[in-house]
């Protein structure tokens, strides 16, 4: 009989995980917390941006594997997911040479434009330095790929339960023990544990070499315009005339424009946060719009908050420890890479090795980021 696979967790990474692993015979059950569509995690709302654009060229692999699989989700799922509008890095001219060169070497293509060149084409947009345009970004519908995941996944035969929360997760003589708070225990050959901000809670006690997490409530805002649906994603660097550490991105969608601040936002407790919007963070946001996204300036800001789950290193955490599979640490830019972290996983679970990059116990930088 195939092997059995309990997946803790239904955001984006247990759902792709779920998708995955029923397409290659195994007998998965997913066990969610929280209903369909919920918005306590990081996978929920009407976009996320995809893109090549990583100075790294493990990441650009990792979103040119990724790339086909949302094609094939789509197909699967009959549900449309992923739109390509273009996408804009602009800014600091050494990180968007960069990022040109690492799109040059994976044979993809790119535009580079002027500032000028950029203003005739978006308007709305006020441009930074130099511009690099690449046709294989856009838009994720979040909401609607997790539901195409799960969904697709279901018809694979996984079963998916939405309302239960696991309480504890044993590991067992031939594989894992899971129990929850609303039925009995599920027992499995393996597991895959993807729960997002709840990871510090919830790993420690089960693997070794967890780097430290450190779990955010960001908070972007949507501009609500006419032509939302027209913008290409975009990020601004830093390092030329603007000094926002993090960098700001943003991208059109359904609600609106989306801009935010990257990985600013304050450390929270997952299961005891206010998630009433900070004013001053939104005003801080709003300053940077009325400064370089003339396009935005009349609209006006609705906020929503999500949270990140960083590592020091920004790498995620994708690796096995006996029948227990980690995918954690998706550090604010993993959501465009999930049917590829899904592939990894099942290839985890099937016995094959971590990839280097995103093992734990790895050697970390001092600072967490
Ligand atoms: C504001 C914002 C903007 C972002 N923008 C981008 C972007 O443009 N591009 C990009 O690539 N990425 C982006 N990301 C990052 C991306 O969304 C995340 O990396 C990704 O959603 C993480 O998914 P996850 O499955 O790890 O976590 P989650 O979606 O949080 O899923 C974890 C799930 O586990 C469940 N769970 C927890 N504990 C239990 C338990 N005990 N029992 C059962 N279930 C449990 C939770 O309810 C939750 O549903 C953004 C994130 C945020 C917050």
Known sequence: ????????????????????????????????????????????????????????????????????????????????????????????????????????????????????????????????????????????????????????????????????????????????????????????????????????SFLPDLVDGLPPLRVTQEQPLHFAVDDALEWPAFVHHPGAGFDEPGGVYGLGSEDGVKVGFHAVGPVVDPDHRDRTPDPAAAERLERYVRAWLPGLARAHPEPVTCLYTSTPDHDFVVDRRGPVTVLAGFSGHGFKFAPAIGELAADLVEGRSAAERFVLGRPLPAAVG
């Open 1 to 200: 009989m195939a092997p059995s696979v309990v997946i803790v967790g239904g955001g984006v990474m247990g759902a792709a995980t779920a998708w995955r692993l029923a397409e290659r015979g195994h007998r998965v059950t997913v066990l969610e917390r929280f209903g369909p569509g919920h918005d306590r995690g990081s996978s929920h709302g009407s976009s996320r941006i995809f893109r090549l654009t990583y100075a790294d060229p493990w990441y650009v692999g990792l979103a040119l594997r990724a790339l086909p699989l949302w094609r094939r989700l789509e197909e699967e799922s009959g549900r449309p997911v992923l739109t390509l509008t273009g996408a804009v890095d602009h800014g600091s001219p050494r990180t968007v040479g960069k990022l040109a060169d690492a799109l040059r070497a994976a044979g993809r293509p790119g535009l580079v434009l002027s500032p000028a060149e950029a203003a005739e084409r978006w308007p709305g947009l006020r441009a930074d330095s130099t511009v690099l345009l690449h046709p294989e970004g856009g838009r994720l519908h979040a909401d609607a790929s997790v539901a195409a995941l799960l969904s697709a996944a279901a018809g694979l035969g996984a079963d998916v339960r939405h309302g239960v929360r696991v309480r504890a997760l044993r590991r067992t003589g031939r594989g894992v023990t899971v129990e929850t708070e609303e039925g009995g225990p599920v027992v499995a050959d393996a597991a895959v544990v993807a729960v997002g901000g709840w990871s510090p």
